[in-house]
């Protein structure tokens, strides 16, 4: 299923908590990682998992946890303590290579038996950029990758760290310097051939709500879907940008409309352009996209 937005919510803070309820929000991720204090671990872990028991209706919400990463040992505290809860899915930061990915699918396997939970049905999203490393090691997810991945994103906070670097921006175009574009589009290319949804990088400055949502319209035209937020009032943009708009809707028709009456014909015109395969796959994404969107909404 289709997730436009995916909002971060500290797991120890009621307040943000109990708002994320009532944000349009496609997912909630309920953060154990950054937001959360080495000192608040187990009141952060029991916040979120007497959230997640409590709020089990999931149709309109999807609720998610990142945990730590799997090479600090909060990472399996975390798991053990929000699995009662049956979240939808784990998201995991800092990975090295798709290893990372199919070892939190073993565990997974192992607290889904102990809980009672549907076997695969605790999913993953994988922050896939966040280390030096990971931009060398895209390649080990194109074989034997855990069937929980349904998503991945990439990471220029964490990666510009990790790099050593002062700012992950070109300080002339104010643009994303090379090797975050190139985790970017490693990132997509990565999502797009084993077939996962790919998420847009967060967009951190949340008070220029008119620059975000010329990110995510960047984003979309990429070929990205959906994008991750880290303030309640990114939400709705990010939805927005990501829902065909009945102009896509009309085009798109009208592009399958013509082939399909003109069957056979690998090159059709339609209002004075030549169109060709390539416009046609790109025409049902669209109507794909909106489908899946209108199920969700």
Same mark, same amino acid.
């Given at each position: 299923m289709i997730i436009r937005s995916w909002l971060f919510v500290p797991g120890d803070n009621e307040r943000k908590l109990s708002k994320g309820l009532d944000n349009p929000a496609d997912a909630l991720i309920l953060d154990l990682e950054d937001s959360v204090a080495d000192n608040r671990q187990e009141i952060a872990r029991e916040m979120v998992c007497e959230y997640l028991k409590v709020n089990q209706d999931r149709s309109r919400q999807q609720l998610w946890v990142r945990i730590n990463p799997l090479d600090n /040992?909060?990472?399996? /505290?975390?798991?053990t303590a929000v699995m009662p809860g049956k979240p939808d899915g784990i998201v995991l930061p800092k990975v090295y290579s798709a290893k990372e990915v199919n070892t939190l699918d073993k565990y997974l396997s192992v607290l889904e038996v102990r809980e009672g939970i549907e076997q695969?049905?605790?999913?993953?999203? =994988?922050?896939?950029?966040?280390?030096?490393?990971?931009?060398?090691?895209f390649h080990t997810y194109l074989d034997n990758i855990?069937?929980?991945?349904?998503?991945?994103?990439?990471?220029?906070?964490?990666?510009?760290? *990790?790099?050593?670097?002062s700012t992950n921006r070109n300080p002339v175009t104010g643009d994303y310097d090379? /090797?975050?574009?190139?985790?970017?589009?490693? =990132?997509?290319?990565? *999502?797009?051939?084993i077939d996962v949804? /790919?998420?847009?990088?967060?967009?951190? $400055?949340?008070?220029?709500? $008119?620059?975000?949502k010329e990110d995510c319209l960047r984003?979309?035209?990429?070929?990205?879907?959906?994008?991750?937020a880290i303030h309640p009032a990114q939400s709705e943009i990010i939805n927005e940008a990501f829902t065909p708009s009945a102009e896509e809707i009309d085009r798109a028709q009208k592009v399958i409309d013509v082939f399909e009456q003109n069957p056979g014909l690998g090159t059709v015109g339609l209002d004075g352009k030549m169109l060709d395969m390539p416009h046609?796959?790109?025409?049902?994404?669209?109507?794909?996209?909106a489908e899946q969107v209108k199920a969700r909404i």
């Open positions: /040992p909060l990472s399996l /505290p975390d798991l695969g049905s605790t999913k993953i999203h =994988c922050v896939a950029t966040e280390t030096a490393a990971s931009l060398l090691t855990s069937d929980r991945l349904i998503a991945m994103t990439w990471g220029g906070e964490d990666l510009a760290a *990790a790099l050593g670097a090379n /090797p975050f574009l190139l985790a970017r589009s490693l =990132c997509l290319s990565t *999502a797009r051939a949804q /790919p998420v847009g990088v967060v967009f951190v $400055d949340y008070r220029a709500l $008119d620059a975000l984003d979309r035209q990429s070929g990205f879907i959906g994008k991750i046609l796959k790109q025409a049902r994404n669209v109507m794909a996209l």
